[in-house]
């Protein structure tokens, strides 16, 4: 859904014509805790390089994530220091980031390519830092987002907020 026009809409769709077509399916939506300031930055290199396509790009991404940059909750109070060290952060990608979306996007494509390989009868959809496994049966959707939270802390470095998480049926 990222890149065209409406793509949460489109992502919305899908679940709700899922759960239209498949009344004793379910669909698991889940939560990353804190995602895009919490995603592991080699993850997201790893994913541009995974896609040809995309391999070209890692030097601009490179350029704002390839390193640990200062943190600024003011712009006027200037980079946040703590007992007179200035705090930088190493992982994640700031919201508002024009490159964030892109970089969290690449980072997390292989979590959820190896979810689909690993529950096949599972859709896996994905828009930002919002999953969510539809499965016909409502076992195999709760399997896959087991999976998937795996992978994401694995992979990625993100924990998932399993108390904002849910599971539901028609």
Not at 47 to 66: D, T
Not at 83 to 94: A, E, I, K, L, T
Not at 112 to 119: D, G, K, V
Request: glycine share 10%; with cysteine.
């Amino acid at each position: 859904g990222v890149g065209f026009k409406d793509g949460a809409s489109v992502a919305v769709k899908i679940v709700s014509s899922f759960t239209e077509r498949n009344p004793d399916g379910a669909a698991s939506l889940m939560d990353e805790k804190n995602a895009f300031n919490s995603i592991g930055r080699d993850s997201m290199f790893d994913g541009y390089r995974m896609n040809r396509q995309s391999a070209s790009l890692i030097p601009n991404f490179r350029s704002v994530y390839g390193e640990a940059s200062m943190i600024v909750l003011n712009a006027a109070d200037g980079p946040l220091t703590v007992d007179g060290v200035q705090s930088n952060s190493s992982v994640g990608c700031r919201q508002g980031c024009g490159a964030a979306a892109d970089g969290f996007c690449h980072g997390t494509h292989p979590t959820l390519c190896q979810t689909a390989f690993l529950h096949p009868t599972t859709q896996v959809i994905c828009y930002m830092d919002d999953s969510t496994t539809l499965n016909a049966m409502a076992k195999e959707a709760y399997l896959a987002s087991i999976t998937m939270g795996q992978l994401y802390e694995e992979i990625n470095g993100l924990e998932t907020n399993w108390s904002k998480s849910c599971m539901f049926s028609t």
